[in-house]
Nanobody
Framework: QVQLVESGGGLVQPGGSLRLSCTASGGIFNYLSMGWYRQAPGSQLTLVATISNFGRTNLEDSVKGRFTISRDSAKNTVNLQMNSLKLEDTGVYYC?????????WGQGTQVTVSS
C-alpha cells in the first residue's frame, strides 16, 4: 500500500518562505507525476505544482517565479520550495502521486500566511 507523508507546513509572514516535503513509501513501480494541490479556505482544490516522471515541471500561474518543485528520486521525495509567500497562498496543501490507474494522496499540511 502506497502512503504519502507530508511535512513542512506552518505559520509564516507575508514574504516569507516554507519548504514542503512529501515522501512516498510502499513500493512504487510506475508513476506519471507527483505534485501538490492546495485548498484555500472556502475554495476548491487547485493544482499548484507538478513534476512528471520525465522531470518536466509545471506551476500554476499565480506561483510562477515564487515556487519551485523538485524531486529526490533516491528518497522517493518531492519538495515544494515556497518563497515570497502571499496571503492567498494560505490553505491545506496535499501531496499527490499519480499512477496509470489511480492516484494517492498525502494527509495534508496547513500553510498559513499571516502578519
Amino acid at each position: 500500500q502506497v502512503q504519502l507523508v507530508e511535512s513542512g507546513g506552518g505559520l509564516v509572514q507575508p514574504g516569507g518562505s516554507l519548504r514542503l516535503s512529501c515522501t512516498a513509501s510502499g513500493g512504487i513501480f510506475n508513476y506519471l507525476s507527483m505534485g501538490w494541490y492546495r485548498q484555500a479556505p472556502g475554495s476548491q482544490l487547485t493544482l499548484v505544482a507538478t513534476i512528471s516522471n520525465f522531470g518536466r515541471t509545471n506551476l500554476e500561474d499565480s506561483v510562477k517565479g515564487r515556487f519551485t518543485i523538485s524531486r529526490d528520486s533516491a528518497k522517493n521525495t518531492v519538495n515544494l520550495q515556497m518563497n515570497s509567500l502571499k496571503l492567498e497562498d494560505t490553505g491545506v496543501y496535499y501531496c499527490y502521486l499519480s499512477v496509470p490507474d489511480n492516484a494517492y494522496w498525502g494527509q495534508g499540511t496547513q500553510v498559513t500566511v499571516s502578519s
